[in-house]
């Protein structure tokens, strides 16, 4: 089988990789490139935790084909943090205990960074919309959801 090379920019970076035609973005970014934050809990579209953007846009990266990220622009949880640096979310995420076993941490920080994108004074109602789409068997939502309130008040400043 033929592998289709791609020409794409991850977290900021001119990438190239080759892929086979059915091969989903999650098992390109880990399988070919290394970047492992994004998880597999589906497969399906279902729980969030291979959450990227792809040109601004949330998807799950299992549902995307690897072929696809060609010419795009993508970015991962490993594009969050500035070096050494983590972002406002990511710190929050630690201050208010918002995580437990991971799997699930690094979809929702690349959602609720997709949101504050967008939206830099969310309610508490349009956050958990939001987040709807990402599932955690351990946390519980309030500690996400207050994190990513509490970030959202901190970058406008209030």
């Known amino acids: 089988m033929s592998q289709i090379h791609v020409q794409t920019t991850i977290n900021g970076d001119e990438t190239e990789f080759l892929c086979d035609a059915e091969e989903t973005l999650l098992d390109a ?68 205990a918002a995580l437990q076993c991971g799997i699930c941490t690094p979809g929702f920080l690349v959602a609720a960074k997709a949101l504050l994108d967008r939206n830099p004074n969310p309610t508490e109602t349009e956050v958990r919309y939001w987040l709807a789409g990402n599932l955690c068997r351990c946390t519980g939502y309030d500690k996400i959801i207050r994190a990513v309130m509490d970030t959202a008040a901190e970058m406008r400043g209030a």
Request: hydrophobic letters at 30%.
């Open 29 to 96: 970014l880990r399988d070919k490139l290394g970047l492992t934050g994004a998880k597999e809990g589906c497969g399906t579209g279902d729980c969030g935790a291979c959450s990227v953007t792809v040109d601004g846009r949330l998807v799950c990266s299992c549902l995307v084909l690897g072929a696809e990220a060609h010419g795009r622009e993508i970015t991962t949880i490993e594009g969050m943090a500035n070096g050494e640096e983590l972002h406002p979310l990511q710190q929050k995420f630690l201050d208010h």
